[in-house]
């Protein structure tokens, strides 16, 4: 499958979801950059604008760094490709993105990933302990989800969406991350502060000394801290990544 092969036609497409195309596809490269992809698995979804129970997916087969604006693919709840019906989807992939986009209307983006921080601290009993300023981000805002298989039942589901609730972040344990944002910037910039908390906390067990764990209290101001007045992340964040993008692997804006 070449990636020619699966553009869109640009005539198909409004400039609202152009704009979304673009920051859904620098979304996949950067994520590249960080390594957190997983060769051509996992995936970031995003809501269509104007087009209620529409999403935005990677094409199944191509890597994050060779996803572009004009090649991903647009689908329904149940996976169902709209258009283009030379592309693949990873219908089984989308289960979880698909249940979130359904159960919460503020997950504008979904990003489902197997970075081996988030996966490693997922594998601990105690999952996400606030050690650094990035995890009391996530102060009691993270939900945890047992692992039950490959496959994402409809009764599984209800049980992941009961224990993601109103958090922006879960751990899906021995497994991966999810991470629920209002945008694809403020989706990006959580999965890193998670990410980053995670490599940190991995770190500080690694050298084998006891672990300075700050008062509840404490925890709990920094979190109201660094959510501010609740707007969503990443607006100052986003246009320098894209920069940064722009100057490393212009290629996303085709």
């Known amino acids: 499958m070449s990636i020619s092969s699966i553009n869109t036609a640009a005539t198909d497409i ?14 996949y490269h950067l994520c590249a950059l960080k390594n957190w992809d997983d060769l051509i698995y996992t995936h970031i979804s995003a809501t269509v604008p104007g087009e209620e129970g529409r999403f935005l997916i990677n094409p199944f087969g191509l890597r994050f760094d060779e996803i572009t604006a004009s090649n991903l693919v647009k689908i329904d ?5 709209i258009g283009d019906q030379t592309a693949r989807v990873n219908v089984t992939g989308f289960a979880i993105h698909g249940a979130v986009h359904s159960a919460r ?3 504008m983006c979904v990003m489902h990933l197997h970075n081996e921080n988030g996966v490693a601290v997922g594998m601990q009993q105690g999952g996400l302990l606030p050690l650094s300023q990035h995890a009391m981000r996530f102060y009691q805002q993270m939900g945890y989800h047992d692992y039950e298989g490959l496959a994402l039942s409809p009764v599984e589901q209800t ?9 922006p972040a879960m751990l ?34 690694a050298g084998g000394g006891p672990l ?17 007045d609740g707007a969503p992340e ?15 692997s212009p290629a996303y804006r085709n």
């Open 14 to 27: 409004s400039d609202a979801e152009w704009q979304v195309r673009l920051d859904l596809a620098a979304c």
């Open 77 to 81: 709840l149940q996976g169902n490709i």
């Open 105 to 107: 209307k503020d997950a």
């Open 159 to 167: 049980r992941l969406l009961e224990r993601l609730g109103d958090y």
């Open 172 to 205: 899906l344990r021995n497994h991966g991350t999810l991470i629920s944002g209002r945008t694809i910037a403020e989706a990006y910039v959580l999965m890193d502060t998670l990410d980053k908390a995670c490599s940190f906390q991995l770190k500080a067990q």
């Open 212 to 228: 300075n764990i700050p008062p509840s209290e404490v925890c709990a101001k920094t979190y109201r801290e660094l959510l501010g």
């Open 234 to 248: 990443g607006l100052l964040e986003w246009p320098a990544l894209l920069r940064k993008l722009d100057a490393v």
